[in-house]
C-alpha cells in the first residue's frame, strides 16, 4: 500500500494516522521525506505493507532528487494499491498531473486532503482528471479516515466461505482431461472425425462427474482404501 503525490499534500501526516503513531517526521517544508519508509499495519483486520514516498519531483536538481524518483517509481511497480493524494486547499500543479501520470493503469484511490481548508480544488476536476470518485480527508481532523480504512479493507475484503466450494482430486483430474480434450478439439490440423471424438469425450467424462455414467475404477478406488476382515 502506497502513499503517492506532490510534496506538503500529506503523505507523511497519513501515513502516521494509519500506523497509529508518529513514525516519519512532518514538516510543512516540501521534501521532507526523501527515502521510501515502511510499517506493517492492519486496517480492518487486514495486513497492509504501508509506504510512504518522497514527494513528485518534475524539477531534478540533484543526484539526491534523482534518487528520490527511481525509489517511488519502484515502489509504484511493486504496489498493489496507491493512495494518489491530492492538497485541497490549493490549485492543482504540474506535479500533480506529474503524479496522475505516474499510476495511470495502476490500482489507485484518488484522496483529497486538507478538506478543513477552504478548498480550492474542485471534486470534479479530480473525476475528470483520474476517471475516479476521490475520498475526501482532512489529517487534521480526521474527517473522511474511516471512509478511506473502509474502501481500503473492501479491495481486499475475505471471500465470502459460503460461495465457495470444494472439489476432491478425482474431480479436479476429469476437469483438467476435460479442458485437455475440448482445447485439442479446437486444432486446425483435425478432421471433423476427430473434433467429434475429442468433443465426445470431453462429455462423457463430464457425465462421469455428474454421476450420469457409472466408472468401475471408482468403486475399486474406494475399496481400496478400505481393509475389510472377518
Given at each position: 500500500l502506497v502513499i503517492f503525490g506532490k510534496a506538503?499534500?500529506?503523505?507523511?501526516?497519513?501515513?502516521?494516522?494509519?500506523?497509529?503513531?508518529?513514525?516519519?517526521?512532518?514538516?510543512k517544508m516540501p521534501g521532507t521525506t526523501r527515502d521510501i519508509v515502511s510499517e506493517k499495519i492492519f486496517i480492518n483486520g487486514i495486513p497492509f505493507k504501508l509506504m510512504d514516498t518522497a514527494g513528485v519531483i518534475v524539477k531534478v536538481e540533484n543526484e539526491v532528487d534523482r534518487m528520490a524518483i527511481e525509489k517511488s517509481k519502484e515502489a509504484l511497480s511493486k504496489a498493489d494499491i496507491i493512495i494518489l493524494m491530492f492538497d485541497g486547499s490549493i490549485p492543482?500543479?504540474?506535479?500533480?498531473?506529474?503524479?496522475?501520470?505516474?499510476?495511470?493503469?495502476k490500482n489507485f484511490i484518488p484522496v483529497i486532503n486538507k478538506v478543513d481548508l477552504p478548498?480550492?480544488?474542485?471534486?470534479?476536476?479530480?473525476?475528470?482528471?483520474?476517471?475516479?470518485?476521490?475520498?475526501?480527508?482532512?489529517?487534521?481532523?480526521?474527517?473522511?479516515i474511516?471512509?478511506?480504512?473502509?474502501?481500503?479493507?473492501?479491495?481486499?475484503?475475505?471471500?465470502?466461505?459460503?460461495?465457495?466450494?470444494?472439489?476432491?482430486?478425482?474431480?479436479?483430474?476429469?476437469?483438467?482431461?476435460v479442458l485437455r480434450n475440448l482445447k485439442a478439439s479446437l486444432k486446425e490440423t483435425l478432421t471433423l472425425d476427430e473434433v467429434s471424438i475429442e468433443i465426445g469425450?470431453?462429455?462423457?467424462?463430464?457425465?462421469?462427474?455428474?454421476?450420469?455414467?457409472?466408472?468401475?475404477?471408482?468403486?475399486?478406488e474406494i475399496f481400496s482404501r478400505f481393509c475389510i476382515g472377518k
Open positions: 506538503n499534500v500529506g503523505k507523511s501526516s497519513l501515513f502516521n494516522i494509519l500506523l497509529k503513531e508518529e513514525r516519519v517526521l512532518v514538516s492543482l500543479s504540474e506535479e500533480d498531473h506529474t503524479a496522475v501520470s505516474l499510476v495511470k493503469g478548498p480550492l480544488v474542485d471534486k470534479e476536476e479530480i473525476i475528470k482528471l483520474t476517471e475516479k470518485e476521490p475520498i475526501l480527508i482532512s489529517c487534521l481532523t480526521l474527517e473522511g474511516e471512509n478511506l480504512k473502509k474502501e481500503l479493507s473492501n479491495k481486499f475484503r475475505k471471500p465470502d466461505m459460503k460461495k465457495l466450494f470444494y472439489i476432491s482430486l478425482r474431480e479436479k483430474n476429469i476437469l483438467n482431461e469425450e470431453a462429455i462423457r467424462k463430464l457425465k462421469l462427474l455428474v454421476g450420469e455414467e457409472f466408472d468401475p475404477d471408482v468403486t475399486k
